[in-house]
């Protein structure tokens, strides 16, 4: 990228001196050249360091999983850090500290997915689960993996520039619609067929289950 700039700012200068143009105006030139490739060279350095950080995080996170408990059995699964290491890091914090405690997967469609985490589920108000999350959003992480059956991904607003907070869903079909509109971050490695007794429940006509789907608790471990 940098040696591009430069090939750019190198043809520029000739074809200025090329020209004709007065040795003041080159000078000119010449200086707002070299503050613009001194603010790029800064600007690198800064995304150097943020890719040093978040592979720094991906590798911490590297061999953790996770089992969501649910009143209807287990769900273990394993995540993409290389991929997704903002929202995999925001997933694994929250469940350590009982964010996802007691709260319901609130829409579940047979066919497309089980979706949870909400905090107001916990709450007796059913008008707004779906509506909740934490105080602060994390970016999206949009990246190559398919939304294929056992996907775990994040849930968002109508906003893609609103980033993410703390509801996910779980892939109960392949759905290759979502393949880069989500982050997906994880895969469900077992329990299975707990999505699928989850997934066939009899729901409302808003996709609630008519008989609550409780997350009692999501253990961590390597």
């Known amino acids: 990228m940098m040696n591009k700039w430069i090939m750019i700012f190198g043809f520029l200068l000739f074809t200025l001196i090329s020209s004709g143009c007065d040795t003041q105006k080159v000078s000119e030139e010449n200086k707002t050249l070299k503050e613009e490739n001194a603010r790029l060279k800064v600007m690198m350095e800064r995304m150097r360091a943020s890719d040093d950080k978040l592979m720094f995080l ?31 890091f925001n997933f694994i914090t929250r469940a350590e500290s009982g964010f996802y405690d007691g709260t319901l997967f609130h829409r579940v469609i047979r066919g497309f997915m089980i979706q949870g985490g909400d905090p107001l589920t916990r709450g007796d108000d059913p008008s707004k689960y ?18 294929k059956r056992g996907i775990v991904s994040t849930a968002r607003t109508a906003n893609p520039n609103a980033g993410a ?26 329990g ?10 009899e729901t409302n006509k808003r996709d609630r289950p008519l008989k609550p789907v409780r997350i009692l608790t999501i253990e961590v471990y390597r």
């Not at 509801?167 to 982050?183: C, E, K, R, S, V």
């Open 165 to 190: 907070g703390s509801q996910f869903f779980i892939m109960h079909a392949d759905n290759p619609g979502l393949n880069g509109q989500y982050t997906a971050f994880g895969q469900v490695t077992k």
């Open 130 to 147: 779906g509506t909740g999350g934490p105080l602060v959003n994390v970016p999206n992480e949009f990246n190559d993996i398919d939304h």
């Open 192 to 201: 299975i067929e707990v999505v699928d007794k989850i997934a066939s429940l």
């Open 58 to 88: 991906a590798a911490k996170m590297d061999g953790v999983k996770a089992r969501i408990k649910t009143n209807y059995g287990d769900i273990e699964m394993k995540f993409f850090p290389g991929k997704a290491p903002i929202q995999c």
